[in-house]
């Protein structure tokens, strides 16, 4: 089941310009996880936010939380031609006991032109 | 460290045929997933392994996907028979304390 949402589904940007990504959840989370999927290509793990944590940074990423609204956004400042890839967001539910079920959005697509 | 290894890489086959697809998560990693992803949409998980046990298959088509997960490490994913709606790419993922999951480069199986 899908719980995250994208938005947008795609986006195209010039170098050097920010990227910005939203994901829109349905129940409470433990957690919230970010992945990058380049073309035909398994997923890497970007970032991983608690529902305690309202910010995070690692690099040129930027992750936001909010609760009370349910949704995330991810940063991406700087963008160069290798950020092209689908991002995704995945959440944990409170409710997830020890099965930790990542629930997956259906991504956006970005497009980072030289 | 050695990542997610999978294969084969690609594989074609005819409907009605079967298929096996292998995984080796990374050592140590008690929490094996297999996931299936259709072009276009995000990954939907097929089993979920810890240890040697199964912890989610709920949606796992299990008229025809089975999946074990040897002595704990390795695991397969098979498909018998196949049909024209499972041509996507699987992905087979491990986790140490199943948050961060660390992916394979996935299985692309067309079926025809």
């Known amino acids: 089941s899908q719980q995250g949402e994208e938005d947008p589904q795609a986006l195209s940007i010039q170098e050097g310009e920010n990227a910005t990504m939203n994901c829109s959840y349905k129940t409470s989370i433990n957690n919230l996880q970010w992945y990058r999927q380049n073309s035909g290509r398994g997923l890497v793990h970007l970032i991983l936010i608690r529902s305690n944590e309202r910010e995070k940074h690692s690099g040129r990423l930027r992750v936001t939380l909010d609760t009370s609204k349910k949704s995330s956004s991810l940063l991406i400042t700087a963008s160069r031609a290798a950020d092209t890839a689908s991002y995704f967001c995945a959440t944990v539910s409170s409710n997830a006991g020890n099965n930790r079920k990542l629930i997956w959005g259906l991504g956006t697509s970005l497009a980072v032109n030289p | ?112």
């Open chain 2, 1 to 112: 460290e050695a990542g997610v290894a999978q294969s084969p890489r690609y594989k074609i086959i005819e409907k009605r045929q079967s298929v096996a697809f292998w995984c080796n998560p990374i050592s140590g990693h008690a929490t094996l997933y297999w996931y299936q992803q259709i072009l276009g949409q995000g990954p939907k998980l097929l089993i979920q392994f810890q240890n040697n046990g199964v912890v989610d298959d709920s949606q796992l088509p299990k008229d025809r996907f089975s999946a074990e997960r040897l002595k704990g490490v390795d695991s397969t994913l098979k498909i018998q028979p196949a049909k024209l709606e499972d041509s996507a790419v699987y992905l087979c993922a491990s986790s140490l304390r199943g948050e961060k999951l660390f992916f394979g480069s996935g299985t692309q199986l067309s079926v025809l």
